[in-house]
């Protein structure tokens, strides 16, 4: 009677080993899960607030941007809205031909500064590139300078040790 006692309480501890266990698992299974949801709900988190701040940003940029190219076309149109009525008013006094002229040149200088003005970044651009190619080919230009150098040695070398071979012999 003792020893299945014994048995049986043996037995019962065993399963309420394995029973804790099992809930051990399942509670760190639980815990691992929230972790990772809890993780990848910050991260959806901080790249929404980063999109929001990035868009943000740009948006304000680009009014910026705009901004100033408002500012620039009025100023560029105010200039020429003067100069137009200052060179009005010296034409009056002078001949129709001469007047067809001088607005022929003044619509042509126009258009050239507006054409400059929306040209300079590309202008910058080919100028900054034709840096970098004028370095690049200088630098590959005395690579070739000094591989031909270390080349044009050798085969000094080789006709030097050549002939002092020839000569012994």
């Known amino acids: 009677m003792v020893g299945l ?3 049986v309480v043996l037995i019962l501890l065993w399963v309420m080993v394995v029973i804790l266990l099992i809930i051990l698992l399942v509670v760190v299974v639980l815990f691992i899960i929230v972790v ?4 990848w709900v910050m991260v959806v988190l901080l790249l929404i607030i980063l999109l929001v701040v990035m868009v943000g940003l740009f948006i304000i940029v680009v009014l910026i941007l705009l901004w100033v190219m408002v500012v620039l076309l009025l100023i560029i149109l105010l200039v020429v809205v003067v100069l137009f009525i200052i060179v009005v008013l010296i034409l009056l006094w ?6 067809l002229i001088i607005l022929l040149v003044v619509v042509v200088l126009f258009i050239i ?10 202008v910058l651009l080919l100028i900054i590139l034709l840096v970098v190619m004028v370095v690049l080919f ?5 690579i070739l300078l000094w591989v031909m150098v270390v080349l044009l040695l050798i085969i000094l070398l080789v006709v030097v040790v050549l002939f002092i071979i020839v000569v012994e012999v």
């Open 5 to 7: 006692f014994i048995i």
């Open 36 to 39: 990772l949801i809890l993780l």
């Open 94 to 99: 002078v001949m129709v031909v001469l007047l």
């Open 113 to 122: 500064v507006v054409l400059i003005s929306w040209c300079l970044v590309l």
């Open 138 to 142: 200088i630098i590959v230009v005395l």
